[in-house]
């Protein structure tokens, strides 16, 4: 039984290692300004204090979903440092047909803008972006929500993704199999001793 334990211990270490990351998360701070144009709403916010990622890692912003009004939505692009402009067919249409329009935005993985390192493939992060609409007074708001994390083998919370789930599965494998030899050997050697 003290050997099955130490294997199983040892083989959940495994699984645990490489989880390490220097690579920071994307960081979005407020206030964030929103301006309403007939074809657009321009949204800006602030850089946080202590970000090392870029201005250009959140250029690269792409459209990921746009609820229900997902077709007047027609994309995404940098316009300035941390600005991005969310294309629309009819601003005051969609704005008088739904006064909130939830957007999710994806971010690729840091490596390929700041020198950092993680195990396993490339990351990726979502955030919605809520924009308000005031038809009578023409105007918008806008707020981000929770950041997520699709992290490639690992997360704050565990090991998560394909690559992770294969190193937790081979670790029980391993386990296993050092405690059935252990148990074969004992059954054995309880045969020859009769």
């Known amino acids: 039984m003290k050997w099955s334990l130490l294997a199983l211990a040892a083989a959940l270490s495994y699984a645990a290692l490489g989880c390490s990351t220097s690579c920071p998360d994307p960081r979005f701070a407020g206030p964030v ?6 074809r ?9 204090p202590g970000d090392r990622l870029p201005d250009p890692y959140y250029a690269s912003a792409e459209l ?6 997902g077709a007047a939505v ?4 940098s316009t300035g440092p941390r600005e991005l402009t969310i294309e629309i067919d009819d601003v005051e249409a969609q704005a008088r047909s739904s006064p909130r329009l939830d957007i999710d ?3 690729p993985d840091q490596r390929s803008f700041i020198a950092c390192t993680h195990p396993g493939r490339d990351d990726s992060f979502s955030v919605r972006l809520a924009l308000n609409f005031d ?7 806008a707020s981000f929500g929770e950041l997520h994390e699709h992290r490639g083998a690992c997360s704050a919370s565990g090991r998560t993704g394909a690559e992770g789930g294969d190193r ?3 670790a029980l494998v391993v386990a296993g199999a050092i405690t059935s030899r252990r148990a074969a050997r004992r059954r054995r050697g309880a045969l020859r001793a009769r």
Not at 40 to 48: G, Q, Y
Not at 64 to 69: E, I, L, S, V
Not at 74 to 77: L, S, Y
């Open 33 to 38: 300004k929103a301006t309403w144009s007939p």
């Open 40 to 48: 657009a709403v321009v949204v800006t916010w602030p850089a946080t």
């Open 64 to 69: 990921q979903m746009a609820g229900d009004a």
């Open 74 to 77: 027609k994309g995404v692009r």
């Open 105 to 107: 935005l994806g971010f």
């Open 135 to 141: 038809p009578a007074a023409h105007t918008v708001s």
């Open 168 to 170: 937790w599965i081979l």
